[in-house]
């Protein structure tokens, strides 16, 4: 992109032709990407085919179009099982404490406000989705200044993945173009003001789940018409009569009998209740569903102990620490797109994170008998400062009390040279207790 001065305004040259912009204007119109033209999805029945169709189509080489497999994975992000194993995956992550340390190891309380905003929060999840939509490109909002006078983003945003093609990095403006009408958002000036996330051929996770969710949709739409054919006895009325009007009455009676329903038909009419003897829907429906929910789970979370009922303790134990692997890799994903992409961006707006780096702060993250386990261990065998818990606990902490030992209740037997030879009182017990370490100077 070249740029043009101009007396008042400023001529900017873009692959979109060319635009004549006041000099205020021109920071607002490289920091936005563009205007997308939006369009609305489509929300068809999908089945496999679709699916083998779409993911052919994504994987063109010359031209690329996820367009076709972002509307299945959007059927198959509302899967309920499949929502709960991500949020349970992501939680665990935006759940965890981190820190910013300089050069040295030591760790910048200061700067941690500039993290703590809701716009990080939902930079980390927009980040996270990459994992299973394969890529997410995250535009940074406008600098502002906050009450406290620190500086701050007014938002993020995530760029329409359908107007996004990772392969080439271009965004296009509509969705009939292909790539090479599109903007290159990795070289300046938009890439001041985007994070990529994800690799360029990455397909994500959803790819996977796809067949497990639209064979689960669809037999949960056969347990529904099963269960409307079968699931109630049919009602069979036999009558004599051949007036119309008396048979649009006794339809009527049938139609309306409910719960209490009664009836009152003329003599010779018959009322018969057929009730289904098919009773193998469970095997059939609610176990194919049952397949397709631990499929889900080993592919979002590793196992399906954490999130399904497990009996075997060993065996949760096992299975809890895969989950812990996963959490760790996508917590060292995000740690490498702030460090190399969001703090240099930052410090290219004006934020003073010079100098400073992010990490996960995995010191306040036990639980609170791991916390009782480590800090007895400490106050075992270490000298602590008291302000460690007056900090910590809000309360106030003086010099540790010396309770001597109690007594042995056996009086103590002297050696034969010592028979009959009074021991001092107390000194056998200060001779046999170990000794004291008080927890504080």
């Not at 700067?111 to 995250?138: E, Q, V």
């Not at 969705?175 to 000036?189: A, E, F, M, S, V």
Request: glycine share 6%; with cysteine.
């Amino acid at each position: 992109m070249s740029k043009k001065k101009n007396t008042d305004k400023q001529v900017l040259e873009t692959p979109f032709g060319t635009f004549r912009l006041a000099k205020k204007d021109v920071a607002k119109f490289k920091k936005t990407v563009m205007q997308l033209q939006r369009t609305t999805d489509s929300l068809t029945r999908r089945d496999i085919g679709d699916w083998r169709t779409a993911w052919q189509m994504a994987i063109n080489v010359d031209y690329p179009n996820r367009q076709a497999l972002y509307d299945i994975y959007r059927d198959v992000a509302v899967d309920l099982h499949l929502s709960g194993c991500i949020q349970q995956r992501e939680g665990f992550v935006m759940a965890r404490s981190f820190k910013l340390v300089n050069e040295s190891g030591d760790e910048d309380e200061g700067a941690l406000n500039y993290f703590d905003a809701a716009w990080f929060k939902d930079l980390i999840k927009l980040a996270l989705d990459a994992n299973y939509w394969g890529h997410s490109l995250i535009e940074l909002g406008d600098v502002i200044t906050a009450e406290d006078g620190k500086l701050s983003y007014d938002g993020v945003r995530l760029i329409s993945r359908k107007h996004v093609i990772p392969e080439y990095g271009r965004v296009i403006t509509d969705l009939g173009q292909d790539w090479t009408t599109g903007i290159d958002y990795r070289q300046p000036p938009f890439s001041d003001w985007l994070i990529e996330v994800g690799r360029p051929d990455n397909l994500g996770l959803f790819l996977k789940a796809a067949t497990q969710t639209i064979p689960k949709k669809n037999a949960l739409a056969f347990w529904d018409t099963f269960a409307e054919i079968f699931g109630m006895p049919m009602r069979i009325a036999r009558t004599t009569t051949r007036d119309d009007k008396e048979m649009k009455r006794m339809e009527k009676m049938m139609a309306d009998m409910g719960t209490e329903g009664w009836g009152i038909f003329q003599q010779g009419t018959e009322i018969e209740v057929v009730e289904s003897s098919r009773g193998d829907a469970f095997n059939v429906y609610d176990r194919r569903i049952e397949r397709a929910n631990s499929e889900l789970s080993k592919l979002i979370i590793g196992q399906t102990m954490t999130i399904e009922d497990g009996s075997s303790l060993s065996q949760s134990e096992t299975h809890l620490e895969v989950f812990e692997n996963i959490i760790e890799a996508d917590c060292d994903s995000i740690r490498d797109i702030i460090n190399d992409q969001l703090i240099p961006r930052m410090i290219r707006h004006g934020f003073p994170l010079k100098g400073l780096r992010f990490d996960w702060d995995y010191s306040v993250d036990y639980s609170p008998e791991q916390q009782v386990n480590y800090e007895t261990m400490v106050l075992n065998n270490f000298e602590v400062d008291p302000s460690y818990f007056e900090d910590k606990y809000s309360m106030p902490v003086g010099n540790r009390r010396n309770n001597a030992p109690n007594s042995p209740t056996e009086p103590p037997q002297g050696d034969e040279e010592g028979k009959g030879e009074e021991t001092p009182a107390g000194e056998e017990s200060r001779r046999h207790a170990a000794p004291v370490r008080p927890f504080f100077d």
